[in-house]
């Protein structure tokens, strides 16, 4: 049963807070009366069993408990208010009592209103650290002390992070609404970008808190799905959803037993989940369908090609490096460029990628560890050992992970003929 | 010259729409004088509180519902004065 809740509070909590917040108006007051109705549940539930709905149940004790507690500290004039604009909204006399009131009708409401969290919780006001941890704290169900490992942060931190977010938010009056379709585009980018960071972050293999990283991607995924049902009509979403699940599929295969890195050229595909591949690549059909093609798609689509090769060698990298070029074009960035180049080095040999690669201004990718790493194995396979050895030895200062330490360790050792 | 023309319009706009509620422009900080009060002591010393290579150049005050529409209207003013444009809300 306790485990039961606490699922039901990772996939429900964020639901049930993005309704509070647009009833109560105020994010700290939406958060405490989901934690008392959950509280409520847990003392419930192991006797009633759980109800066919809990989201809806959830919300619904939380309003009105949230109601009952406004009503008893009402001395404070801006509580007061807040209470009375509670009795004023025309859906509130019917149902005090929830059993009496039509959930699925709520339910519906819901829906918009995790949208509105979303946006407001990426609002472009915030820093992308502040938005990553909001988004997760109030949708995705993570508490403080959670976030905190998962981000490597002292906890302290973390808090101050969110009190301040939601600080910023409060005093600004940030609206509680879906953007308008002018400020769309960038609002959502702002919205998918925060869950990217979020499962790229749970990607990335750790010695220490594996587990919690996991959750991360889990939870990225999953918000990703919701974003994808509540904005169906908008294809970088599903985009979003279809990149995450495809570099998802490759995850059973980027750690040895030993928990080295593994590479993508020698990873054992049979490992990859065939199910999360076949889920992606259904989602980046309907893309391509579409026809309107933006930054997630495109990656998405690499994804999709990597996935479909059986193995390193018989990748389609032509495909691979005109997928890059339309990402470029569209969004010019060195890391783009990197990316192609590596891709060039796959298709024309590694001189040429080599070539591609010496051709970016590489002073935005001074200290941006790939860039060397990437730099080095291309290298090497060039030919060029001793160039080889001083990128490794440059990647190697800016790896704080074990797994890649060791893995690049290995690599320059072999270049260096040690 | 142009920078003046753009802020007009935008201060032609913003009376239109109904919130515009104040405007001033700043001479530069050296005009500046600090004050301060110690122990029912007043002192002052010339130049900006903080030396610093920007400077607040002038700031408008503007009424509006929300977080979003003082954002877009910033980007009017930052476009029309071609300056950085700061946005704080107002306690209360």
């Known amino acids: 049963m306790s485990e039961d809740l606490a699922a039901i509070f990772r996939r429900e909590a964020g639901r049930c807070t993005a309704t509070l917040i647009r009833v109560l108006g105020d994010i700290d007051l939406a958060e405490d009366a989901v934690a008392e109705a959950f509280t409520i549940a847990a003392e419930r539930w192991p006797e009633t069993g759980v109800p066919p709905n809990p989201g809806a149940w959830i919300t619904t004790i939380a309003r009105n408990r949230a109601i009952d507690r406004l009503r008893r500290e009402s001395t404070r004039t801006e509580r007061h208010l807040a209470a009375h604009r509670l009795h004023e909204t025309p859906d509130m006399e019917a149902d005090h009592r929830p059993e009496l009131r039509d959930l699925d009708a709520f339910v519906d409401v819901v829906l918009d209103d995790q949208l509105r969290l979303m946006f407001l919780c990426c609002h472009p006001a915030l820093a992308l650290d502040a938005q990553v941890a909001l988004t997760l704290r109030l949708l995705g169900g993570l508490d403080t002390p959670e976030l905190a490992r998962a981000f490597l942060v002292p906890e302290a931190t973390m808090a101050q992070r969110i009190v301040r977010a939601k600080r910023k938010l409060r005093n600004n009056h940030a609206p509680y609404r879906i953007p308008r379709a002018a400020e769309l585009p960038d609002r959502l980018h702002a919205v998918l970008t925060a869950i990217y960071l979020v499962f790229t972050e749970g990607h990335r293999a750790t010695s220490g808190d594996e587990l919690l990283r996991v959750d991360l991607s889990v939870a990225a995924i999953r918000l990703g799905r919701v974003l994808v049902e509540l904005m169906p009509d908008e294809p970088e979403a599903v985009g979003l959803l279809a990149l995450m699940l495809l570099s998802d599929a490759r995850r059973p295969a980027r750690v040895a037993p030993d928990g080295a890195l593994v590479r993508l050229a020698d990873q054992d595909r049979s490992r990859w989940d065939r199910r999360l591949i076949a889920e992606g690549h259904k989602l980046v059909r309907a893309c391509l369908r579409r026809n309107q093609p933006g930054p997630f798609q495109i990656q998405a689509a690499i994804a999709a090609v990597h996935a479909a090769a059986p193995s390193g060698e018989t990748t389609d990298w032509s495909q691979i490096v005109a997928l890059y070029d339309l990402l470029h074009a569209q969004r010019p960035n060195p890391v783009v460029a990197m990316n192609r180049a590596i891709a060039v080095g796959e298709l024309r040999g590694a001189p040429d990628g080599v070539a591609e690669l010496e051709a970016i201004d590489a002073e935005p990718l001074a200290d941006y560890q790939p860039y060397h790493a990437a730099r080095a194995d291309l290298l090497a396979r060039a030919g060029r050992a001793a160039d080889a050895v001083a990128a490794y030895d440059r990647a190697l200062e800016l790896t704080t992970n074990p797994a890649e330490r060791r893995f690049l360790a290995d690599r320059r050792a072999t270049v260096a003929g040690e | ?92």
């Open chain 2, 1 to 92: 010259m142009r920078t003046k023309h753009q802020v007009d319009a935008l201060h032609q706009e913003m009376t239109e729409r109904g919130i515009w509620v104040f405007v001033g422009g700043l001479p530069p900080a050296s005009t500046a004088t600090v004050v301060r009060s110690n122990a029912g002591e007043t002192s002052m010393t010339d130049g900006p509180y903080a030396e610093s290579k920007e400077q607040m150049g002038g700031f408008w005050v503007i009424e509006v519902p929300d977080l979003d529409a003082a954002l877009e209207w910033a980007g009017k003013a930052a476009a029309a004065c071609e300056r950085p444009i700061e946005v704080r809300p107002l306690q209360g």
